[in-house]
């Protein structure tokens, strides 16, 4: 069975500074793998994702994360956060043809400080 | 425009009582699935469906039915609701496996 572990429940950082949000999955074959944003009181949505090709996956709000498979981690990075990004991150794992069967992480709050 | 709706956004219940959570979705996707969010763990998978007349549990299904009668509707009745089912509910719906589009959640208090 999949799992997935977000190993920080909480990042507090300033805001222009960077960071990164760590996830490992575990799994026995062949993944896809998400990260999603919830803002307060919403659903979730999408913030990029690995299917296959270039471990190095980017959102158009300035995310990136990259899959490495021989550490079978997926973490998050922003080179410069801003206060909007703060919210809450979930790391997600997805087997191949599970259809729409998502496994997620604990999630990880990322407040952004003036 | 809609994506996926839920209704209500709040209820609170007592012990015992029954109730549907309902969703729909205007993107005619095949997949839909319940989660269910609490503090510190993240979403777990409550029930889903890959098509009208199919459903399967998924990792939390005790106490909870779903069927899917149409593509369109995916609704979550709790049978008989206890404490420990007080939480933040979301459908979602996907085209493939992985990208799911969520509804905006269902706060359930159970007293």
């Known amino acids: 069975a999949q799992s997935v572990t977000q190993l920080d429940s909480q990042v507090p950082v300033f805001e222009e500074a960077p960071v990164e949000l760590r996830c490992n999955y575990s799994s026995s074959v062949s993944v896809y793998l998400f990260w999603y944003v919830q803002y307060p009181n919403q659903g979730l949505q999408l913030l990029l994702k690995?299917?296959?090709?270039?471990?190095l996956v980017e959102s158009i709000n300035g995310f990136e994360a990259e899959f490495n498979k021989s550490q079978t981690s997926f973490h998050l990075r922003k080179p410069s956060v801003h206060i909007s990004d703060t919210a809450e991150y979930f790391c997600?794992?997805?087997?191949?043809?599970?259809?729409?069967?998502?496994?997620f992480g604990q999630g990880t709050i990322l407040t952004v400080h003036p | 425009n809609a994506g996926v709706t839920q209704t209500p956004k709040f209820q609170v219940l007592k012990t015992g009582q029954s109730m549907t959570l309902q969703c729909a979705q205007d993107?005619?996707?095949?997949?839909m699935s319940w989660y269910r969010q609490d503090p510190g763990m993240g979403l777990r998978l409550i029930h889903y469906?890959?098509?009208?007349?199919?459903?399967d549990q998924g990792e939390v299904p005790n106490g909870y039915n779903v069927s899917r009668s149409t593509t369109e509707d995916f609704p979550l009745r709790l049978l008989s609701a206890a404490p420990s089912q007080t939480s933040v509910y979301f459908c979602?719906?996907?085209?493939?496996?992985?990208?799911?589009?969520f509804g905006e959640g269902s706060r359930l208090t159970v007293l």
């Open positions: 690995y299917l296959s090709g270039s471990t």
């Open positions: 979602a719906s996907s085209l493939w496996a992985g990208e799911l589009f």
């Open positions: 993107m005619n996707h095949e997949y």
């Open positions: 997600a794992v997805s087997e191949g043809t599970s259809y729409g069967k998502l496994t």
């Open positions: 469906s890959v098509g009208a007349g199919i459903t």
